[in-house]
Antibody
Framework: QVQLVESGGGVVQPGKSLRLSCTAS????????MHWVRQAPGKGLEWVAV????????YYADSVKGRFTISRDNPKNTLYLQMNSLRAEDTAVYYC?????????????????WGQGTLVTVSS | EIVMTQSPATLSVSPGERATLSCRAS??????LAWYQQKPGQAPRLLIYGASTRATGIPARFSGSGSGTEFTLTISSLQSEDFAVYFC??????????FGQGTKVEIK
């Protein structure tokens, strides 16, 4: 069965950095795109970033562009989110999510499996 | 940028009744529309993709319809485990992949 396990969350001061990880199992990791989606406390869902199956394509929400970097290590079945210049408004639960399209579709879209999330709190 | 608007914000329904949730896109997203269910303290779960295709393991009481800018999620007979928040999301003309603000289905 598909499993996604996030780690790396915690409390960090404004302006500092943090790196999240997501370890995948139960599917062929290097044949699917992967996403990060976040949810501020008591709020809705906000898509953050997506990376294609081979890492050649990366896209970001405007709110994090230039500060966050998505990457993946396919031999390690691991997705990353490097978060720099963190702000109070980045406080949220961060979920990694598997894309629903197989790589040969040439598309990236909905999220068919999600991790349990990791909480990032940006506070002085 | 496409904006997704869900209505109503809260829906009060009795167990066994039908629930109808709406999602509107600010421009056409064709059939590139997904629905997710989220219970308190849990990650979202995919219910519907392609506007009307149920995800693996999703009961038949959940159905999706619509295309273009107007979409509907119908729960034919609400069970106790269906009381949750539901989000729609488009995946057309990305990025970004915008979510609606959510509809909370609560017990009447």
């Amino acid at each position: 069965q598909v499993q996604l396990v996030e780690s790396g969350g915690g409390v960090v001061q404004p302006g500092k950095s943090l790196r999240l990880s997501c370890t995948a199992s139960g599917f062929t990791f290097n044949t699917y795109g992967m996403h990060w989606v976040r949810q501020a406390p008591g709020k809705g869902l906000e898509w953050v970033a997506v990376i294609s199956y081979d890492g050649s394509e990366k896209y970001y929400a405007d709110s994090v562009k230039g500060r966050f970097t998505i990457s993946r290590d396919n031999p390690k079945n691991t997705l990353y989110l490097q978060m720099n210049s963190l702000r109070a408004e980045d406080t949220a639960v961060y979920y990694c999510a598997k894309d629903g399209y197989y790589y040969d579709s040439g598309n990236l879209g909905f999220h068919d499996y999600w991790g349990q999330g990791t909480l990032v709190t940006v506070s002085s | 940028e496409i904006v997704m608007t869900q209505s109503p914000a809260t829906l009060s329904v009795s167990p066994g009744e039908r629930a109808t949730l709406s999602c509107r896109a600010s421009q056409s997203v064709r059939s590139h529309l997904a629905w997710y269910q989220q219970k308190p303290g849990q990650a979202p779960r995919l219910l519907i993709y392609g506007a009307s295709t149920r995800a693996t393991g999703i009961p038949a009481r959940f159905s999706g319809s619509g295309s273009g800018t107007e979409f509907t999620l119908t729960i034919s007979s609400l069970q106790s485990e269906d009381f949750a928040v539901y989000f729609c999301q488009h995946y057309n003309n990305w990025p970004p992949y915008a979510f609606g603000q959510g509809t909370k289905v609560e017990i009447k």
